[in-house]
């Protein structure tokens, strides 16, 4: 099977140029130019409509230049790739071009297998700098920052771009320094960054600036697998999980010599700045619980890609979704053990504002310690809020489809799309205890829809009537009961009466 073309914008503003050079690109089978400007103001609406996969971009055009030009490109299309394509080499330009979100930067005089090249490394995530580019920015090696102080190149980034000036490629570069290619990408990523003059300093209010430089980070491609790097500091060791929202990967910090789990999730997720701001406000908040039911998180951002990230805990151990599978249902002091906990860690989420919003068997992880007593560790928390949350409410279904939450354990209101608050986790608690008690989940369907409908309108039995071993404390099948109500005004209003409940069912251990 043959790789689906990479689609090109050209925009020129000289019509001879920009001919000679689509004839060219279309010698390349697996090149497709959609469309061309001769303006940056027809750029920029160009590629918003056609959404190209590499824009090559001359920095000298009417009405708005080539930099302002990128600058608002990558604003609305953050994953689209562009390259400066331009007669003008000083160190300056570059880093002007490089400070609007260029990913490239390719001399006019340049051969097209330096075009094509460019064009294709680019697109696999990289930076490309033409190497008489390089050569000025090794000329210039004390340059101005956007604050206007002097920042040199340190020796290694000298030594890098003395490589990319002699025609190295990355490579070739990654050889010579006994290093990936993906730690090298990361390398060329930071001088660039390091060394980029903003275009439009008076433009940005200091929320902008935020989102803009202070949020993103220096993270290119997602990591390939075993062996390669993330963000230059964590090491891939092996995938633990691929999922429709993301990837989960096991990862070792370098500097810190510790496993983490590196959750790298679906660019959709982080499709409008809105969405953004609210991952950066979610994410912060999660970071901040500091619980020991709580998987920890270290750090999170987004790659250049515009995929969300966080780093968390390593956990090794069951969930209780595995438990259930093999032994149906708990006995009642495991039972009470395990939920007390979760109850612990939800009460501090909630009186910080925070919800968990996808409440499952599968995000409570059980760990035997050496005394004997399982913990519990309660994960992605607040990870279905972060990813589906929009500026003016919470939608269960995002539009690309999927679902905020999962079928089985979510609230009326969340199956209707309506606005949550802690009550809905403690719905969905509800309905792990009842499936934990009674080895069968009280909504289970044979379809989603099915399931959501019976979220909405139908109320399961209580526990007394199907427990044939009479087994279930009345306060206990009443407190289910209660968590389960359709109408939020009725159910439990807190988390803490839920623990009350359980810690009167049988003694646990003072450190509970």
């Known amino acids: 099977m043959s790789s689906p073309q990479t689609s090109i914008l050209l925009v020129e503003d000289h019509q001879l140029t920009r001919l000679g050079l689509k004839i060219s690109l279309m010698e390349y089978p697996n090149y497709k130019v959609v469309g061309e400007a001769a303006d940056g103001e027809v750029a920029v609406s160009e590629a918003i409509k056609l959404i190209p996969d590499v824009v090559l971009m001359d920095i000298g055009l009417p009405g708005i230049d080539g930099i302002e030009a990128t600058w608002r490109i990558k604003r609305e299309l953050p994953r689209a790739r ?25 001399l006019k005089n340049a051969a097209i297998e330096q075009i094509v090249q460019a064009i294709d490394k680019v697109k696999q995530g990289q930076i490309w700098l033409d190497p008489g580019v390089a050569d000025h920015v090794v ?29 190295k490629t ?3 570069i990654s050889e010579h320094l006994g290093t990936s290619e993906e730690t090298v990408t990361v390398m060329m990523r930071n001088i660039v960054e390091r060394f980029a003059l903003s275009p439009f300093p008076q433009s940005k209010s200091a929320e902008e600036k935020n989102y803009t430089e202070d949020w993103f980070t220096d993270v290119g491609e997602q990591p390939a697998g075993a062996g390669t790097y993330f963000a230059g500091k964590y090491l891939i060791e092996n995938v633990l999980g691929v999922g429709g929202v993301g990837t ?10 510790r496993i983490v789990a590196l959750k790298i999730l679906q660019p959709q997720y982080a499709a409008n700045r809105e969405n953004v ?5 979610e994410a912060r908040s999660i970071a901040n619980l500091d619980h020991p039911n709580i998987v920890a998180v270290y750090d999170f951002g987004l790659t250049t890609r515009h995929e969300p990230y966080l780093v968390m805990e390593f956990i090794e151990g069951r969930n209780l979704e595995s438990i259930l599978c093999t032994e149906k249902k708990l006995q009642l ?25 996808d409440l499952k068997p599968g995000n409570i992880l059980v760990l035997e310690s050496e005394d004997g007593v399982e913990r519990i560790k309660l994960a992605d928390f607040g990870l279905a809020k972060i990813l589906h949350r929009d500026a003016k409410h919470d939608n269960t279904i995002s539009d690309d489809g999927s679902i905020c939450g999962t079928p089985p354990y979510m609230s009326p209101e969340q199956c209707l799309g309506q606005s949550l608050d802690q009550r809905s986790d403690i719905y969905a608690l509800g309905s792990m205890m009842f499936e934990a008690l009674m080895g069968l989940n009280a909504f289970a369907s044979e379809s989603a829809y099915e399931t959501f409908q019976k979220q909405i309108d139908y109320v399961p039995p209580r526990l007394a009537d199907i427990d044939v071993t009479n087994s279930i404390p009345k306060e206990l099948d009443e407190c289910v009961a209660k968590m389960l109500e359709k109408d939020v005004s009725k159910r439990c209003q807190s988390i803490d009466e839920v623990k009350q409940v359980l810690r009167k069912m049988t003694p646990l251990p003072a450190s509970f």
């Open 333 to 357: 002091p495991r039972f009470c053990s395990i939920f007390t906990q979760v109850c612990d860690a939800l009460s501090v989420a909630h009186k910080r504002g925070v919800i968990h919003c």
């Open 82 to 106: 562009i390259i400066m394509f331009t007669s003008n080499n000083t160190a300056n330009d570059v880093m002007a071009a490089m400070g609007a979100g260029a990913d490239g930067y390719c």
């Open 277 to 281: 701001k609210a991952f950066q406000q």
């Open 248 to 257: 989960v990967f096991k990862a070792k910090h370098q500097y810190m010599d």
């Open 139 to 167: 000329k210039n090696q004390t340059l101005q920052d956007i604050k206007g102080a002097n920042v040199e190149l340190s020796a290694l980034e000298s030594q890098i771009m003395k490589l990319v000036r002699d025609g």
């Open 170 to 172: 990355n490579e070739n």
